[in-house]
Each structure stands twice: as C-alpha cells, then as structure tokens.
DNA sequence: TATATTTGCTTGCAATACTTAGCAAACCGA
DNA sequence: TCGGTTTGCTAAGTATTGCAAGCAAATATA
C-alpha cells in the first residue's frame, strides 16, 4: 500500500484516541505517529507495528503487508483454503479504498452517540 | 538471540558460498554482509531477511525471531477469529452492532458509485 | 475575557541500515 | 617469481527510523 498513513489515522481515529494516547499506550512518541500518519515514514520497525497492532486491534501481520515488509505465508492461504463459504466475510472483498471508508464511517459511529 | 552474526556465517559456509555470491543473489551489499556476521549490525530489516532465508533455505519466521522481531502469533488468535468477521480483522475490533452498521454501510458504498 | 490545557505538528538530533570504494592477504596459473 | 583474481574486511557516506523539545492553534476552564 503506498499511502498507508491515512490508514493509521483512521485506525487511530476510529478508536477515538489521541496521538498522546496512542503514545502513552505503545511507547511510540506522538511526533513519530504524527510523520507516521502524514506519510513521512517509509516502513516503521516490526516492533513498532507490533504495538500498534495491539492498541489499534489489528493483526501485526496485515500492519506489515501494509507497509510492505515480505509476510510468512498468509494472505495466499487464505484467499486459497476456504472455499465459498461466506463470502460476504471475506477478507479479501474489501478494498483498501473501501477499507478507509469503513474505518472513517467506523470512527463517525461511535461519536455520534456521545 | 544475542551472536546471530555467527549463525548467518555459519548458515552461509553451510552453503560453501562467499560473501561475494551470497551479494548477487540476493542483492546484498558483500559488505554489508560482512558486517552482518561480525555482529556489526543490530537489526537487519525484514526485506534483507526474507532474501537470506530463500537463498539459506530457512524459515523467514526463524530469521525474525533471531534477531529479535516480534513474530506472528499463529496458534491462537488466528484460528479463534477466523470463524468470526472479516471485517473485524481488516478494521479492529468491533461490536456486533457495530458490525452490522459497517456491512450495511458497505452495501451503500458499491451501490452508490455505479 | 483571560488563562491553562490539549492536540497535532515541525525541527533538530542520535542511532543505525546499507552502499560504494578500496585495501590486504591468500590463491592462482604461466 | 610474477601479475592477476578471489576473499573478507574497513572506511566513509547516504538515507531513514525514532525521539526530545517546543511551537501554534484549538479547546476547556476560570
């Protein structure tokens, strides 16, 4: 993916949570999420995905497709085992454009009760 | 693991290749490698992993876990989720209800641009 | 209104991945 | 012995990760 940074945003924005937050929680500085998220980092390390894949409730393992480091065999098999069924939850429907769209419609739902 | 250095060597003399082989096919700098099995460099990125771990002929996993990656869960997390939503694995953890909103929501997004 | 806090962001800076250039010793065939 | 090649290595330089410090605007609080 090459513009991964609004992908964060939204993960970060969907969970309403604060740069600072994000900080406190992942031990990662809010100025380095801030590059992260405008599209100033290239490939941030395995082990800061790793904590923002636990804060944001993501697979470390998309995070790292995501920026493109290689993947231990994963998206193959999946796309190749199941079958047919449910279809409707396939991973692979969704689009990263769609993605975004969830993740920012994501975010509009839960401020909207507040 | 603290010497990898002396594991790659040892992976590459296995091999009976120099470093200057090892350079052309996988795209590796002979002297970078070189600093590699001297214990000079802390931490390879993933891409210069995956690249040794073809041509040495062991696992990419392996290669991240010795030099101190975090590595994919694979027993647990995965296989648990994998009976639940997609969705829920592409944007993070949602409610059922939540859920429900972004499916429909979904809908509205590939009937609208057509 | 005035002050304090929050929020995102930019600017330098240190650390480190990785490269190109090239050195020195070992190894070759004539 | 001698010129050339192979081999591992170091030095110097570039690029990027990630941080501490701090700024400016928005927001909250008095």
Redesign the pocket.
């Known amino acids: 993916m090459q513009n991964y940074g609004e992908y964060f945003r939204a993960l970060r924005e969907a969970k309403n949570m ?4 994000v900080e406190k929680q992942a ?6 999420l ?2 992260l ?2 599209g ?6 395995p ?2 995905l790793h904590k923002l894949s636990e804060i944001y409730g993501v697979s470390y393992d998309l995070l790292m497709e995501k920026v493109g480091y290689p993947v231990p065999e994963r998206k193959e098999k999946m796309k190749s085992e199941s079958g047919k069924t449910s279809i409707a939850y396939r991973v692979g429907d969704i689009s990263d454009d769609e993605e975004l769209e969830l993740l920012n419609y994501l975010k509009f739902i839960r401020n909207r009760k507040k």
């Open positions: 604060t740069l600072r937050e031990d990662v500085s809010n100025a380095y801030s590059q998220e405008s100033k980092v290239k490939q941030p390390s082990l800061t």
